[in-house]
C-alpha cells in the first residue's frame, strides 16, 4: 500500500477525477515485518523531521508481570492474530502471542514502529 490518496471511486460507484498529483505527504511504506531473529534495526525519517526506529529483526522482549519488568529472551511465537501466516515466518506484530523465558507472553507495542518488543504475560 503505497499511495495512500483518494478513491479512484465515489460513493455512488462514480468514477473520481483526480484533483491533483500524488504528494510526498500521502505516500505509505510498506510495512515492516519485524522477523524473531539477531537483532537489526533501521532508522526512518517520518514527518515534522522526526525519526522512528524500526526493529527488523530482534530476540529480546520487556515482559511485564504485575508491575515488575525484565528483559527476556523470545523462543517461539506462538499465536498472531494478525495473520496466521506470520506464526510459521515467526513474525512479531502487536496482539502476537510468545513464548519466552518467563512464560507465555502478548505484545503490546508495535516493534516496527518503536524498535522494542514490550510484552505482558498472559499465564
Known sequence: MQYQGR?????TGARARP?????????????TET????PRFRVVE???GNRKVRA???DVANVT???????TEILDVVENTANPNYVRRNILTKGAVIETGEGTARVTSR?????????VLVE
Do not use: F
Open 56 to 58: 527488523l529483526a530482534t
Open 111 to 119: 516493534p516496527g514502529q518503536t524498535g522494542q518488543v514490550n510484552a
Open 19 to 31: 484533483q491533483h498529483k500524488k504528494k510526498k505527504h500521502e505516500l505509505g511504506r510498506s510495512p
Open 7 to 11: 478513491s479512484k471511486r465515489m460513493k
Open 46 to 48: 517520518s514527518r515534522g
Open 65 to 71: 508481570d504485575e508491575g515488575e519488568t525484565v528483559q
Open 35 to 38: 522477523e524473531l531473529d539477531e
